[in-house]
Antibody, heavy 121, light 113 residues
Framework: EVQLVESGGGLVQPGRSLRLSCAAS????????MHWVRQAPGKGLEWVSV????????DYADSVKGRFTISRDNAKNSLYLQMNSLRAEDTALYYC??????????????WGQGTLVTVSS | DIVMTQSPDSLAVSLGERATINCKSS????????????LVWYQQKPGQPPKLLIY???TRESGVPDRFSGSGSGTDFTLTISSLQAEDVAVYYC?????????FGPGTKVDIK
């Protein structure tokens, strides 16, 4: 059974940093691209970032480019999101999601339950 | 960046009736290399993460009931629920995978009339 478990969320002051983690199991992690998607309270879905199977290709939403860094450790079956210079508008539930493919991007077929990030003073 | 729009914002349909949701992209999602449209549909129920329903605009994900179908090409796409069931009450999102950033539509809320 595919499982994605996010952690690392919490309350953080504006301008500070936070690192999210996603532990994957139940599939061959290094065969698939992985994504982060966020959802502000009561709002729609916002795609944040993607990393391909070996970490050689990454992309970001314009809203986080230059502040967030996606990475993965295939030996640990883990995905990460380093979030710097956090803003109030980054407050959201952050989902880790698996792509159906390793190099291309075809659709997010498994999602975690999310970890909540609240940016507030 | 590709902008995704959805219509209507919400709809209420009687049990057993058809529900139709539209999604439009600001540029074509059809890849000439493989003739596939890089458009997916998700269902999100309250308190749950999204669930993949349809990819490549019309390919149903494994395990998804056949009352869900996707159609369209280029810039105009449709998700159809042929006979609405109580468990289909949810928000439905389209998302493109044509090029980064992989934007979502704003969502369509489906309720029972």
């Amino acid at each position: 059974e595919v499982q994605l478990v996010e952690s690392g969320g919490g309350l953080v002051q504006p301008g500070r940093s936070l690192r999210l983690s996603c532990a994957a199991s139940g599939f061959t992690f290094d065969n698939y691209a992985m994504h982060w998607v966020r959802q502000a309270p009561g709002k729609g879905l916002e795609w944040v970032s993607v990393i391909n199977w070996n970490g050689a290709r990454v992309d970001y939403a314009d809203s986080v480019k230059g502040r967030f860094t996606i990475s993965r450790d295939n030996a640990k079956n883990s995905l990460y999101l380093q979030m710097n210079s956090l803003r109030a508008e980054d407050t959201a539930l952050y989902y880790c999601a698996k792509d159906k493919d390793g190099s291309g991007w075809y659709g997010l077929d498994y999602w975690g339950q999310g970890t909540l990030v609240t940016v507030s003073s | 960046d590709i902008v995704m729009t959805q219509s209507p914002d919400s709809l209420a349909v009687s049990l057993g009736e058809r529900a139709t949701i539209n999604c439009k992209s600001s540029q074509s999602l059809l890849h000439s290399s493989n003739n596939k449209n890089y458009l997916v549909w998700y269902q999100q129920k309250p308190g749950q993460p999204p669930k993949l329903l349809i990819y490549w605009a019309s390919t149903r994900e494994s395990g998804v009931p056949d009352r869900f179908s996707g159609s369209g090409s280029g810039t105009d796409f449709t998700l159809t629920i042929s006979s609405l069931q109580a468990e289909d009450v949810a928000v439905y999102y389209c998302q493109h995978f044509y090029s980064s950033p992989l934007t979502f539509g704003p969502g369509t809320k489906v309720d029972i009339k």
